[in-house]
C-alpha cells in the first residue's frame, strides 16, 4: 500500500461531466509530482483525499486511514498548501501560523515557538510581524507552505507552491521541498503543472488527464532522452539507413526545426534510437561503409515536458 491509495474514485460537480473517472492507483514514498494540465483533476484529487470532498464514488486512503471516516485523524498526519490564499487580513503571519497551530491541537506556548521555527525556516525573517494582507506573491506562498509545515505533518500536499513566485524565489522553494524529504523524512505530494520544476525535485510523477489516470513513473526510468541520436548525413541515405536497421538502429524522423535546417543544407536528419552503448560506433561505421558523411551525431535531451506530451499521446501543436 502507498502513502495514498486510491480505488475507482470518482467525483462529479452536479450535471457536469465528472472532475475525476474511475481513478485507480498508489502514491509511493518520498516527493511525487501530481502532474497535468489545469483541469486534469489535480486539485479535485487533493482535496477528495484530505476529506474536503467527502462526497465522491470508490474509495480512498492516506497513510492507512479511510478518507472520508477518519477525516480528522488525517488532518493531524497531513499539512496542506492551497493554490489559493486562504488567511485572516488582520492577523500577522507569526499570528496566523501560531493560530492554525492551536487548532491541530497543539498547546498555545508550543505553537507560537513552531510558528517561529517554521516561518523562519521557510524565509520569511522579519516579515513575520508584518499583516499576512501586506505580503507580495511569493512571501504569500511561502507563508501557506509554514501553515502546511506548523504541526509537524508525514505527509504534505502542496497544490502549485510555486505559482506567482520569480526565478529567485522558485530555486529556493524548490529547494525547501527537497529538503522537507531528503533532511526531514517526510512525503511530499506536489501538484504543478509546471513540469521543469517537477523536475528538479521529484522522484516519481503521478499523471492526470481529463480527469483520467495516465499512469506512474519513477523519473529515474523515464529515460529522458537516454539512448537517442541527432543524426545527421550528407549522401544518399538508402543504404545508410538500411545498414543501421541491420544494426538494430531505429530511425524516426527529425523534429520539424531540425529536419528544416538539415533541408536547408542538403541533409537528411533523423532521431535513431541505438540498442546499446556501442550504437554511435556502429552509426559511423555504416557511414564508412556506404559512403555518406556523418555532419551531426549528438545526443538527444529529452526534458519532462517532452515525455509528459509523450505519455498523453499528444503533439506539441495540441
Same mark, same amino acid.
Given at each position: ?112 515557538? &513552531?510558528?517561529?521555527?517554521? !516561518?523562519?525556516?521557510?524565509? *520569511? =525573517? +522579519?516579515?513575520?510581524? %508584518?499583516?499576512?494582507? /501586506? ?78 489516470? &495516465?499512469?506512474?513513473?519513477? !523519473?529515474?526510468?523515464?529515460? *529522458? =532522452? +537516454?539512448?537517442?541520436? %541527432?543524426?545527421?548525413? /550528407? ?84
Amino acid at each position: 500500500m502507498g502513502i495514498v491509495d486510491l480505488k475507482a474514485l470518482t467525483k462529479s460537480y452536479g450535471g457536469r461531466p465528472p472532475a475525476l473517472r474511475d481513478v485507480t492507483f498508489e502514491i509511493p514514498e518520498g516527493v511525487t509530482g501530481l502532474l497535468g494540465p489545469n483541469g486534469a483533476g489535480k486539485s479535485t484529487l487533493i482535496q477528495c483525499v484530505l476529506g474536503l470532498l467527502p462526497d465522491f464514488d470508490g474509495d480512498a486512503t492516506v497513510l492507512g486511514r479511510d478518507a472520508r471516516k477518519d477525516r480528522l485523524a488525517i488532518r493531524t498526519l497531513v499539512g496542506f498548501m492551497p493554490e489559493t490564499d486562504a488567511y485572516l487580513p488582520k492577523m500577522t503571519g507569526i499570528q496566523s501560523v501560531r493560530y492554525l497551530g492551536q487548532l491541530t491541537g497543539l498547546p498555545r506556548n508550543e505553537a507560537l515557538r &513552531r510558528a517561529h521555527e517554521v !516561518l523562519y525556516h521557510v524565509g *520569511l =525573517g +522579519e516579515a513575520i510581524y %508584518r499583516p499576512v494582507k /501586506e505580503y507580495s506573491t511569493g512571501m504569500r506562498q511561502r507563508f501557506k507552505l509554514a501553515t502546511a509545515l506548523v504541526h509537524d505533518p508525514e505527509l504534505v500536499f502542496l497544490d502549485e507552491p510555486l505559482s506567482g513566485m520569480d526565478p529567485q524565489g522558485r530555486m529556493e522553494m524548490l529547494a525547501l521541498i527537497r529538503e522537507l524529504a531528503a533532511d526531514h523524512h517526510k512525503h511530499v505530494i506536489w501538484s504543478s503543472h509546471i513540469l521543469p520544476d517537477v523536475q528538479k525535485a521529484a522522484d516519481a510523477i503521478v499523471v492526470l488527464h481529463h480527469g483520467r489516470f &495516465r499512469g506512474t513513473f519513477e !523519473l529515474k526510468d523515464l529515460a *529522458l =532522452g +537516454e539512448g537517442k541520436l %541527432r543524426l545527421e548525413i /550528407e549522401g544518399e541515405s538508402t543504404a545508410f539507413a538500411a545498414a543501421l536497421e541491420a544494426s538494430d538502429i531505429r530511425l524516426a524522423p527529425a523534429d520539424a526545426a531540425d529536419e528544416a535546417e538539415a533541408r536547408a543544407s542538403s541533409r537528411t536528419a533523423w532521431i535513431a534510437t541505438l540498442p546499446s552503448v556501442t550504437g554511435a560506433a556502429a552509426v559511423l561505421k555504416a557511414a564508412h561503409e556506404t559512403g555518406v558523411r556523418v555532419r551531426r551525431l549528438a545526443p538527444v535531451v529529452e526534458d519532462l515536458e517532452q515525455v509528459f506530451r509523450r505519455i498523453l499521446g499528444e503533439t506539441e501543436e495540441d
